[in-house]
């Protein structure tokens, strides 16, 4: 059994679920959120899906018995690689993943020319080529981009080197796409270098508001919505401290 003052566990590979987070506190002020990135082990992204599921099961369990009445996976790439294991495995507490925002692309731009920013590892999935079927009239266009969610875990994402990482991934895209959906929870760091990048007529979408908004109503629908004082707790798998400063930045930084 769960109880409203427990916490909500929210999880990431790294610094990139502070994106979510942030939106979770924007429609759920008064919750107390354990937020724990697992900056060790990140990316995520290149690893194998057996890599990644037991990454994600570990910390789920670690947040679990810290007392948490929801989790959040806030990492694409985990919800692609663990989100039916951990459904399973844990049966009785509220779990939402993050995927890529292919609706919102679609129902903005139900013929649109769209680009989708992912690791690897998402891309690849099952999960995602699902996802992919459920709306064909949309072109899409898949995008890695190697090493951005290095610069972000370094804090490195609003610097010139963000600008010359992305300009040869998406100078070939510039001016051509009605959209782009961020699929890692990362990328919503460096908006302004990807904005800047394809050019004012590409719109950015990501799935974080969409998922703060899954979360409330499943907490609602479960009778589990806390009324406050909320709080924030930062915790992280590296033993480096800089690495919770830096979360804390991220989560104050205006997107
Ligand atoms: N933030 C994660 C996502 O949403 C993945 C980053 C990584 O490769 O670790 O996909």
């Not at 916490?7 to 107390?32: A, N, Q, T």
């Amino acid at each position: 059994m769960h109880t409203k003052n427990e916490y909500i566990g929210v999880f990431d590979s790294g610094l990139g679920g502070i994106s979510v987070l942030k939106e979770l506190v924007k429609v759920m002020p008064r919750e107390r959120y354990l937020y724990f990135g697992d900056s060790a082990n990140a990316p995520y992204g290149n690893r194998t899906t057996e890599q990644i599921r037991a990454l994600t099961l570990s910390a789920a369990d670690m947040l679990l018995s810290r007392g948490c009445k929801a989790l959040v996976i806030a990492c694409n790439t985990a919800t692609a690689a663990a989100i039916t294991a951990l459904r399973c495995a844990y049966p009785d507490t509220v779990i939402v993943g993050i995927e890529p925002a292919l609706k919102v692309a679609a129902d903005n731009f139900p013929q649109g020319n769209i680009g989708v920013m992912a690791t690897a590892l998402t891309l690849r999935e099952e999960k995602f080529h699902q996802q992919l079927e459920r709306f064909p009239g949309l072109q899409v266009s898949a995008i890695r981009a190697p090493g951005l969610v290095e610069l972000v875990e370094q804090g490195l994402h609003n610097t010139p080197q963000a600008e010359t990482l992305l300009e040869p991934v998406l100078s070939p895209y510039r001016g051509r796409l009605d959209a782009v959906v961020l699929g890692c929870t990362h990328y919503p760091f460096a908006k302004k270098a990807i904005g800047k990048l394809l050019g004012e007529k590409t719109v950015l979408l990501d799935g974080g508001a969409g998922t703060a908004r899954e979360t409330l109503r499943r907490l609602t629908n479960a009778d589990l919505l806390y009324d406050g004082p909320g709080e924030i707790q930062m915790e992280n798998s590296s033993p480096d401290p800089a690495l919770i400063a830096r979360a804390m930045a991220l989560l104050e930084e205006d997107q």
